[in-house]
DNA sequence: GTCTATACTGAGATAGAC
DNA sequence: GTCTATCTCAGTATAGAC
């Protein structure tokens, strides 16, 4: 009988085990999105632990026994967004050139700050800059984005897709920049484009300069 | 004998009091100078009042006789800026077009980064910006400047040296963005352009495109 | 007017009960 | 593991002596 089975001390205490750990996998995933959520509309240094656990629904110090730091969490977040990131630019459609992916992934990082994502790029000397330099995975995920894109852009050049007289770092550097580009916040807070041509625009200024 | 007149009492009070005064205004301007410098290098919220007192070599308390708040000698600093853009952009060539003078203008902001300057507008959503938008001058001057840019802008449109299929703001905004480009930042930190070509990269970045 | 010393606030992080 | 309560510290702003 399976009754026998269900009530085994021993397997009974694994199922409780076991589901305390997704609850506990649960709420940390409910952190990590609280804070992407957070990080987007205020930014870092805006954001306090008070205003997490709050909108999480926690107390404060339950969050340090999730995370060690604030920028530990906010590592986090920004680790979440590059791995989806190289999802993304992995899942690029197979007969698209190199230029096509690289349009089609700026596109596609307008379209996740649009719907809310905090931008790939902390601003520059801000406390959180240098607080990710010194987080491992964070960097060597952001070292790994940079590969495949160094590696897009080095075939668009010789492609004729991508000028060919700027040099590939100053490439992918722009196309960090633009990624983070605030006149995506600017022209929202206007309210006089619908999302779709800001997005075109956006990617054609880009790619083919406002001249 | 001008002996007399130089030990008349009143005409020596007067002169004390313009010395002070000028001993005054000049303390002003190194404090907004050594504020310029910090905010540069480190940001609004990284740089504390022990800093700009410390940088100036005066005691934190007598900032507050000059400035009284935080935000408000920020606020003196970015104000500074836009006037000497104004001023940049009123001494561009006499024979540039539109085009060139927005192009020159750009340039200009490029190389005054590189020398050490903030950029123009501060990062999304940090708490510069909030208290910038609350101070009048500070607007004041910003809408200045965004009038004859957007006049600018206008004309180079209409002679086909801009594009004429982007929304007017959408290239006020762009061209606002780029100023601030931090792709400065980035390659800067690499090193191995000079900052002659990279102020040219920036710039044909910005109107031609990256294709 | 400038200095030293200090009040006050907000925020990150920790301790201890349950 | 989560909660409440608290510690610690940095940072803005002010007070009072000179």
Redesign the interface.
Same mark, same amino acid.
């Given at each position: 009988m399976p009754v026998t089975e269900l009530s085994d001390p021993t397997t009974a205490e694994a199922a409780r085990i076991r589901f305390r750990d997704r609850q506990f996998a649960a709420r940390e995933q409910a952190i990590v999105e609280a804070t992407h959520r957070l990080l987007a509309?205020?930014?870092y240094?805006?954001m306090s632990m008070d205003d997490i656990a709050a909108e999480v629904g926690i107390a404060k110090g339950s969050l340090y026994r999730h995370f060690p730091s604030k920028e530990a969490l906010a590592a986090s977040v920004m680790v979440e967004l590059l791995e989806r990131s190289r999802t993304a630019l992995r899942t690029t459609p197979a007969h698209f050139s190199p230029?096509q992916r690289l349009r089609w992934l700026l596109r596609w990082t307008f379209e996740q700050r649009l719907a809310g994502s905090v931008p790939h790029?902390p601003?520059?000397?801000?406390?959180l800059q240098t607080a990710l330099l010194a987080h491992k995975v964070y960097v060597d995920q952001l070292f790994a984005l940079s590969e495949s894109l160094g590696e897009l852009i080095g075939q668009a050049q010789a492609l004729g897709?991508?000028?060919a007289d @700027?040099?590939p770092?100053?490439?992918l550097?722009?196309?960090?920049?633009r990624a983070?580009?605030?006149?995506l916040?600017?022209?929202r807070a206007?309210g006089? @484009?619908n999302d779709d041509q *800001?997005v075109e625009?956006l990617v054609?200024?880009?790619?083919?300069? *406002?001249?």
């Open positions: 509309q205020h930014g240094d805006a230029g790029l601003a520059t000397n801000s406390a897709e991508l000028r @700027l040099p770092t100053f490439v550097y722009s196309f960090y920049a983070c580009d605030p006149t916040d600017f022209m206007g006089t @484009l *800001l625009y054609s200024a880009c790619f083919d300069g *406002l001249k």
